[in-house]
């Protein structure tokens, strides 16, 4: 298999442009852009709040004792 050429890229491009139109693919590069930032600023805030955990003895794994 090879890369397809200049050519090819330029057949592709204009068929997925006449399918949706020039419209509908900037909105829909502008929805994902939006939910990037979204994504982004979601991370930003996990990282600003520090995340506290108490260990208590039911959280720690221990062996079952048998009655022999």
Request: charged share 25%; no cysteine.
């Amino acid at each position: 298999m090879h890369a397809p050429g200049i050519w090819g890229i330029l057949v592709v491009a204009v068929v997925v442009i006449m399918l949706f139109g020039r419209g509908k693919i900037s909105g829909m590069m502008g929805e994902v852009a939006t939910g990037i930032k979204a994504f982004q600023k979601g991370m930003k805030d996990d990282d600003d709040q520090p995340v506290e955990r108490v260990v208590t003895t039911a959280d720690t794994a221990q062996p079952e004792k048998k009655d022999v």
